[in-house]
């Protein structure tokens, strides 16, 4: 049960991010809701597609809620995808299977102007939110995400992703100002999503740059940084007391950077960061989220429980969220979270 203070549930993981300190730290995973557990891989297989479960609400409230039937998280991630922004701002999207997304037209080769935005296709994701936050414990934090302008602006380009994101990368320096505005685009409508979600009833997001390690210093100042940091101040304008976290997979010395400009509340760190330095070189008190290796956890056994325990030794003076340092893998063994769980000292038993 929750506890409460003063007739207010205790969320544990917005308490961390508002900048509290809590041991155990509260836990989730990314990607929690999805291709690990059989009863997600049934409910596809019943309904179809990826994106017909994304868009039927009940579906993607169901699949949201699915992990914390299992297992005692402190938060809940909106099942939901990173292109349903370019989607909303005209390109077609589907997903080829076996192969990930696919956008339409390129604007490597098309023109931004010549798009048709249809922000209605965010609304089927705000009624999601609805129905999630309806169905969820009170003590359980709901997170909303958006992908950052950089990592959304490559797939726009390109068409699908890319490990180098060479495209989007030649075009930021062929062309600069043809990029801005497709970066100024992604940034106007994912602050409509956002505070669309907020309102529909999360209680935090997160913004994933999925792609920014793939940046040179200048070009990650100018291209992640910049326009993070315009989206949190508009964001916070816009909906004050909203937690943000950020998440820069591959910034790695570039995160210190990143925590001091960007303005967010809490800073995701994904698993080649050494835990300890980011402890010394993050600005003090800042709450940092992770960064356990997807890999430990498919592992398990001593890989997983030394793991662990390296990563809370090293946090343990800061606010923590536990969390992985990316996705959990569609091969990860359920035993091995309920391990982790019991490592992390989570009674047995979901929250739900």
């Known amino acids: 049960m929750a506890s409460s203070q003063g007739g ?31 009863e997600y891989r049934a409910l596809r297989a019943d309904k179809g597609g990826f994106l017909d479960l994304v868009y039927d609400p009940a579906c993607a409230a169901e699949i949201t809620l699915q992990p914390l039937r299992r297992f005692a998280l402190d938060g809940a991630i909106l099942f939901s995808d990173i292109l349903i922004v370019p989607f909303a701002l005209g390109q077609n999207l589907t997903f080829v299977a076996g192969e990930g997304p696919r956008l339409s037209p390129p604007l490597k080769g098309a023109a931004l102007e010549d798009l048709q935005p249809h922000l209605g296709r965010l609304e089927p994701i705000y ?26 602006a490559t797939y726009m380009v390109a068409g699908e992703g890319s490990r180098e994101q060479a495209d989007a990368r030649l075009l930021a320096y062929q062309d600069p100002g043809r990029f801005a505005a497709i970066i100024d685009a992604i940034e106007e409508t994912t602050l409509i ?37 315009r989206l949190v101040a508009r964001l916070k304008a816009k909906r004050p007391g909203l937690p943000v976290i950020g998440f820069p997979k591959g910034a790695g010395g570039k995160l210190a950077a990143y925590a ?49 325990a390296r990563i809370r030794s090293a946090l343990h003076d800061r606010p923590h969220v536990f969390n992985l340092g990316h996705g959990i893998q569609q091969t990860t063994p359920i035993a091995h979270v309920e391990r982790l769980m019991e490592l992390l000292g989570k009674a047995p038993g979901g929250v739900l």
Do not use: C
């Not at 989730?28 to 557990?37: K, N, P, S």
């Not at 009624?127 to 990592?151: D, H, N, S, Y």
């Not at 505070?195 to 100018?222: C, K, N, T, Y």
């Not at 080649?272 to 940092?288: E, I, K, Q, R």
């Open 193 to 229: 999503y956002l505070i669309g979600q907020a309102d529909a009833g999360v209680d935090a997001v997160q913004i994933f740059d999925s792609w920014s390690g793939s940046l040179a210093p200048a070009e990650f100042e100018r291209w992640v940084i910049a326009p993070t940091a």
């Open 260 to 308: 001091r400009e960007t303005g967010v509340d809490a800073l995701g760190l994904d698993e080649t960061v050494d835990a300890a330095w980011a402890h010394a070189s993050l600005p003090p008190g800042l709450p940092v989220q992770g960064n356990l290796d997807p890999l430990a956890l498919i592992t398990g056994g001593e890989a997983l429980e030394t793991a662990v």
């Open 8 to 38: 207010l549930i205790d969320k544990p993981l917005l308490a961390v991010l508002r900048g509290e300190r809590r041991d155990p730290s509260p836990a989730w995973m990314m990607r929690q809701a999805g291709r690990y557990l059989p």
């Open 127 to 152: 009624e999601t939110v609805r129905q999630v936050k309806a169905a969820l414990a009170p003590q359980t934090t709901f997170l909303g995400f958006a992908g950052a302008p950089w990592t959304v």
